[in-house]
C-alpha cells in the first residue's frame, strides 16, 4: 500500500481557453465578469476580471469555485435543494469559510475526476452559470 497518491489537476492552458470562452459568452449576452479558475487542491490557477466587472466579483468567483471543489458539486440549484429542508445545513453552510450558495460555481470534471472548479460572478447568478458552461464547454 503506498504512502502517496497522484490527482489530476486543470492546466494553465486550458484555464486560459476557458477564461476566453467565459469572456466571450459574458461579451455575447452584454455582461461584466470575474473569473476564477482553482486547481483540484482549491489554489488559484487562473484569474481575470473584465473592465468595470463588480469590485465584489472578484472575490464571489473564487468563493464559488472554493465551494465547487471542495465538495464536487456546482453551486446554485444543486446547493439550495440539497439544504432547503435542513435547517442545520440551511443555517450552517453559510459559516463554512470561503463557501458561496450562489449559482456560477461548477467542477471541472476530467475523465471523470475533480481536476478543479470554474466560479464566475458579476451578475445575476442564472447569467453567471452561463459563463461557467461555456468555460466548460472548452474541455
Given at each position: ?9 486543470v492546466?494553465l492552458?486550458?484555464c486560459q481557453?476557458?477564461?476566453e470562452a467565459?469572456?466571450?459568452k459574458?461579451?455575447e ?8 479558475i482553482?486547481d483540484s487542491a ?5 484569474y ?8 465584489i466579483?472578484s472575490d464571489?468567483?473564487r468563493?464559488?469555485?472554493?465551494t465547487a471543489?471542495?465538495?464536487g ?6 446547493w439550495?435543494?440539497?439544504i432547503?429542508?435542513?435547517p442545520i ?5 453559510q459559516?463554512i469559510n470561503?463557501?458561496?450558495l450562489?449559482?456560477g460555481g ?11 472548479a470554474v466560479?464566475?460572478s458579476?451578475a445575476?447568478?442564472s447569467?453567471d452559470e ?6 466548460l464547454?472548452v474541455l
Amino acid at each position: 500500500m503506498s504512502n502517496t497518491f497522484s490527482s489530476v489537476s486543470v492546466n494553465l492552458a486550458t484555464c486560459q481557453k476557458m477564461g476566453e470562452a467565459a469572456i466571450a459568452k459574458a461579451i455575447e449576452i452584454g455582461i461584466t465578469i470575474s473569473l476564477t479558475i482553482v486547481d483540484s487542491a482549491g489554489n488559484v490557477k487562473y484569474y481575470i476580471r473584465m473592465d468595470n466587472a463588480p469590485l465584489i466579483a472578484s472575490d464571489i468567483s473564487r468563493k464559488k469555485a472554493i465551494t465547487a471543489v471542495g465538495f464536487g458539486m456546482p453551486t446554485g440549484e444543486a446547493w439550495h435543494n440539497f439544504i432547503k429542508d435542513d435547517p442545520i445545513l440551511n443555517n450552517g453552510v453559510q459559516n463554512i469559510n470561503d463557501f458561496m450558495l450562489l449559482g456560477g460555481g461548477m467542477p471541472i470534471m476530467v475523465d471523470n475526476q475533480l481536476a478543479g472548479a470554474v466560479g464566475v460572478s458579476g451578475a445575476h447568478y442564472s447569467h453567471d452559470e452561463t459563463c461557467a458552461t461555456a468555460a466548460l464547454s472548452v474541455l
